[in-house]
């Protein structure tokens, strides 16, 4: 299974970036995807699902109205639109896919993409 994130790199802040991220060798719609975050010295953070049925989303209160996830199930691909982007915002931004077989919660992660917001 490879997860494989892209997009990242250094915007000013009020900018706006798209990451992307394919997944290979699974069943992409099977897995409900999300983007976390993590900054240096602090713990990961989820920033957006969306799930693997009805493509329902989530996200976190700190990026609300800033960002937007969405799927492309005929490419494997998963998508996260920055927009407004922040100092705090800095951090590598990683993708999961996840899915529960049975009682089980599978996950696969990228390696991440880093985000880097700073004039």
């Known amino acids: 299974v490879q997860v494989v994130e892209s997009g990242g790199g250094l915007v000013q802040p009020g900018g706006s970036l798209r990451l992307s991220c394919v997944v290979s060798?699974?069943?992409?719609?099977?897995?409900?995807m999300n983007w976390y975050r993590q900054a240096p010295g602090k713990e990961r953070e989820l920033v957006a699902s969306?799930?693997?049925?009805?493509?329902?989303?989530h996200y976190a209160d700190s990026m609300k109205g800033r960002v937007t996830i969405s799927r492309d199930n005929a490419r494997n691909t998963v998508y996260l639109q920055m927009n407004n982007l922040r100092l705090e915002d800095t951090a590598m931004y990683y993708c999961n896919a996840a899915r529960f077989l049975g009682r089980q919660e599978i996950n696969y992660w990228g390696q991440g993409t880093q985000v880097t917001v700073s004039s």
């Open positions: 969306i799930m693997r049925a009805d493509s329902n989303t």
């Open positions: 060798g699974v069943t992409f719609s099977s897995y409900g």
